[in-house]
Structure formats: structure tokens, C-alpha cells
């Protein structure tokens, strides 16, 4: 068989939905292995612009045939990259498991059935079409009347506090503000609950405020007039007029939410307080003891914590600003909108906007899922051993000389958090799904009250466990494709669909690929614990200055170095705003040092077997291992992105990819001498940005 053919039976390996080994099924194990080899080493080579100097744009020479090959130019693909296929091919698993009639694992039936049932009714959403409006228009009356619904409306009647109230103790949907319970990051061995702001659509106070992100909130203005047309049947001429009212309103409110680029730490952000005393600081305006107490079901007395005061003391002034009919219009519509499904236009897309729904609230049973039938048994082992190398490696550097900035102490209790810290892959496989979700009724035919069964479940289940020990934080949506630290637990997770066998792992690559991209992902998040908010927090995920105020002036002295590199780089012709919080940058140097140390410690150890040097290098790419590794890390970050979200980029707590390729590696001189590099050139500036 010629050499492109074997690639192209590759190529459709990767794009389906099954283990990649059944279609090898009878082969010669080198034989496969040697196809698998090959068809990466390919996918290296296809990225690569050689004509690129490495010296001056690494992340071009790595990545210049991204773009071509992977352009971001639909509607499904505004942003392609190595973590959006991973996530596409996660979904295909997803949905050739939920699509499959096969009896499932005893211990995981009944749940499976369970969500099978939410996703067929998702996909199945034409059925309910025409009910639509009804359905939502109940749910509203719930609570009351939304002036748009009605022909008089009286504003006399209308609560807007005890109204947001029972939406959250009935829907668990936290709408302008309120409380919820979550650990105590000063001490993550009970609950507390937090008051503050509820959920905002746009996320983050830059995407209301920012000038380079009016694009998106035109969009959303947009989608709101759509919404109230097409859900809730609201005459044309009307809809434009109300989403400008609502989206303006939330605007105001969202001006003051913390700003996410800021150094802010957690500390400063949540007050510890009372009830009585936070409801004597905001009455008569506010009636907090009010709103804890009719959100909860019962008197909620005792400590608790304020967060963002400035978002309490806005919304204050623009509750008085702001007419009734506005608000309740908006608090409404926030209501309905967390019922709302658009039908896509072929049955194929409909199936993946159905996976990112089911996704919404059940992420940890899909993992366990798709870890059940693709990933169990193929991964562990390796990831667990380059979890190893990775905190042996930061040990050492943590107590070495090169580290001599920062007080012996405060070292040696870094150590410790170290050896602390532990990685865990979710896949769930400790959960009982079953007996979680047996009381949860869910059929295959009613979307929308499917839906309100999921979340007067979760709502009572959270009232539950409020009282209880807390439970280690379900980050499931949030890593559907990326690892996580999670700092209140000194605990690392990764995410089952970066673990899928072939994509960036496998036991026949060289081990440069694996250490370059899932063991500097892994780095990263390590570095996290010893950022600029990860240091303030300390071996037992509590909330502690454990830093000497020396090595803190030194950290922050080093910090600026990153804020003016970072500032230079320009965007889209704009430069990259002035960040005062740089933990992105940070984690991204620190964990690629980390992970090329782990690297060169490994392969040092394992230079003796001819063997493993030999597979260490590809036979058609002429690099050497440590070029490779490079290579690796730098293509974990190829991607393209639609001109419509290029502003969105530039303003996101990430630089843009381009740049952390470019940021970390020119910064760390191990890469300058891999590619020889000379000083002076842009990949090796003689002034570099170093903290671990």
C-alpha cells in the first residue's frame, strides 16, 4: 500500500465516531503503529511554513498552513483549533453513544436512559413548536405578569425581589442577584453562602463595556428581539423597542461587575459579613434578609459573604433610574430564555446544539459515558506518569538556586503544596449516577418539561447540600476540553475528550508530543497554584497569605516585566490591552519550562535504550527531539478565528494563541538554543520575562 493512502485510511479514522483500533481489527500490531506514527507525523509536517525563519515568528513556522487547512469561515467554525476538535470529536463519541439503542452498563443504566431521553427530546423539538409560547407563557405566570404578555399591567403589584426570589428557590436561575451556597474558600471544609450579582449572558464586564466588543453586544441585542418574537409570539413592531430596553438595562447593571483582566484576589472581591448587617447597610432599598430568606425556603441567619459591593450599591441607583415595566421585562425574558431551544436546520446540527444542551447539565454523566466506551484503560497510566515527572521536576525547581529571588521559606512551603496538589481525570467513575438522579423523572417527547424538572431538581438538591460537607467543585461544562486547577481544592482535573486516543496522545508517539502538549497543559495549571492568585491560597485549598512580603514585592517587580511584553503585542492592528492580572501568561511560561525540564529529565534517564531514542524522532521530519518538542507545543496552539471575533480575543484574560507561543518561547533560552536562535532576533530578546 503507498504512503498516502495509508494516510488517507487515517484521515477517516480520526473523523469517526468509534475507537480507531477496531479498524485495525486482525492487523499486525507494528504494522498499525506504524500507520499511526506516520499519519501524525504527516499532521506535523502539514502545519509547518518552512519558509518561515523560526527565529522570527515561531508560532508562523509552525502553524502557517493552519489557516488553509482549517479555516475559521462558517458559522459552525468561527474559531477552529486544536481544543475545538478535540471538543467536535468528543461530541461524534457523544452522540454515537446517545444515538445507540445498546443496553448500557448495569451500574449506569437507569442514568443513561435518563439523559438518552433529555437528548432525544432535544432533537425531537419540532414536536413542540407550536406549544412553545403556551409553555413559556406558563412558566412566566409562575411568578407573575410580564407587561410585554399583557394589555394593563399593574406596576403596584409587581415585587421584583420576591419575584427573582422564588425563581431561584423553584429554578435554581439567578436573575440581577441573590445568594448561593458554595465551599468557604477560607475554609473549604463547609459551605457559605455568597450575595452578590446573578449570571450575566455576555460573562464579563468588558464584553458590556469595551468599545472593541460592540459587535458582540449588538448580536445580543439582536437575539433578544428575535427571542421575544419567535418564543413568546410578541408582535414584530414591539420586539426591537423591549430588547433595547432589556439588554440596555442589563448593560447598566453589568458596568459594575469585577473587571476579570484585574489583579483582584478573591479576598477583595468577598466580604465577610452578616445577614443583619448587610440588610442594615442596603435597607430600606435593599431587603437582603428578604431575598436570602424567601431564595432558600427558610430563615438564612449568620455569616455570609458580599460579593463586588459595588454591584449592590449600582444596582441601586439603577433600579431607581430604571422604569418597573423594564425590569420586569427583563427578569422575564432572562426567565424564559432558560427554556428556549432554536431548531437547527438539518437534523446533523440540531444533534451537536442538542449535545452542548444535555451538555449544560449533565457534563459529568457524558464524560463518564464517552470514558466508559472510548477511554477507559487507554490513558490513565500514561497521563499519571507524566503527572509524576511533572511534580518530581517542580520540587527540584522550586528548591533550586535559580528560584534564590524568592525567601527560603515561603519555598519550602511551595514544595509542600506541591507534593500536595493531586490530578485527577474526570471521568466520574466514582459516581453512583444512578442513585443521584432516581428521583429525576425525564421522557424523551417534552423538552421544555424536561427541563423544569432538571432544575426544581437541582434546586432542591443544592438546598440539600447546603448544610453538608461540600463536595469537590462539578466543573464539568467548564473543562469540557481543558484542564482546570481548582485552587479551593489544591486539585488538578483534565478533561476525558483531551484525552481521546490518536488526538495528542498516544503510546506509540514520541514521548516530546506527549510532554509538549499534555503534560505543558498540565505545567500550566500547576503554575496556577503559584500565581498571582494561586499564591494566596495555600497547601489546603484555604485562603492564606503564605508568601514573605520580600518575595512578594519580587513576584510583582517580575510581574510587570510580563504586563509590558504582553502590552507590545498588537492584534488585529490593536494593541493588546494593559493587563494588570497576568496569571495566563505566567502559567503559560512556567508550564512549558516545567514540562521541557520534565521532558529532558525523562529522556536523559531513558537516553541508554537505543530503542526509545530512536522513537523519539520521526523518520520523514528532520528535527531533533527537542525541536520536535517545540514544534509539538507551538502547533497545541494553531488556530484561525473569524474577523467578527477577533476583538473578542484581544480582550480575553488569554492573549491570542499566536501569542502564547511567541510570549512564553521567547522567553525561555532552552528554545533559542534548540533553533539556534541568535540574541537580538525576535524569538531570543535579550531582556526576557522569567517568575518560575
Known sequence: MKMLQRVMILCNLFAMPIHGTTLFS?????????????????????YLNESVNPCEDFYQFACGNWIKLNPANTAEHIITGIFEKATEDADRKIIAVLDNDETAEDEAKEADKKIKNLYESCVSIETIQSSYPAKLSEIISEFGEMPLLVNEWNENDFDWLAIIGKIFY??????????????????NSRNMIYVGHGNFP?????????????VYRDFHRSNIARDLGKFLGIDKKLTQDAANEIFDFEIELAKSL?????????????????VDELNRKYMPDLDMKRLLNISFGHPIVGEVYEVV??????????????????????????????FTLLKADTVEKQKNRCVSYVKKHFADVLDNMVYRKYIRNHTELDVYSIWHELKATFKRMLLSPELGWIQKQTLEYAAEK????????????????TAEYHNLTINRDDYVNNLKHIKSFFAARDRKKMYEPPETLDVGEIISYTPVNLLLENKIKIPVALLQPYFLWSSIYPNALKFATIGSLIGHEIIHGFDDMGRTIDKYGNSKIWWDTRSTEAFNERVKCFINQYHQ????????????????????NGGIRLAYESYVDWYRRSATNSTVVKLEKFNHLKYTNEQLFFISYAQLWCSDAHPAVLNMQSSDIHVPNKYRVIGS?????EFSKAFNCPIGSAMNPEKKCIIY
Open 26 to 46: 486482525g492487523k499486525d500490531p507494528a504494522y498499525v503503529n506504524q500507520i499511526l506514527r506516520l499519519s501524525k507525523e504527516y499532521e506535523i509536517r502539514n
Open 170 to 187: 423553584k429554578y435554581d436561575i439567578q436573575i440581577i442577584m441573590g445568594g448561593k451556597a458554595m465551599i468557604d474558600f477560607n475554609n
Open 202 to 214: 455576555l460573562q464579563s464586564r468588558s464584553m458590556y463595556v469595551d468599545n472593541t466588543t460592540s
Open 258 to 274: 469585577a473587571d476579570d483582566r484585574s489583579a483582584i484576589r478573591i479576598d477583595d472581591m468577598c466580604t465577610l459579613t452578616t
Open 309 to 338: 459591593e459595588d454591584y449592590q450599591k449600582n444596582l441601586i441607583e439603577t433600579m431607581k433610574k430604571t422604569p418597573k415595566r423594564v425590569v420586569a421585562n427583563y427578569i422575564f425574558y432572562t426567565l424564559m430564555n432558560e
Open 418 to 433: 506541591m507534593e500536595a496538589m493531586q490530578l485527577e481525570i474526570s471521568s466520574y467513575s466514582d459516581k453512583n449516577f
Open 569 to 588: 503585542y498588537k492584534y488585529g492592528g490593536i494593541a493588546l490591552p494593559e493587563m494588570p492580572k497576568q496569571s495566563e501568561n505566567i502559567a503559560d
Open 665 to 669: 518561547l521567547s522567553n525561555f533560552v
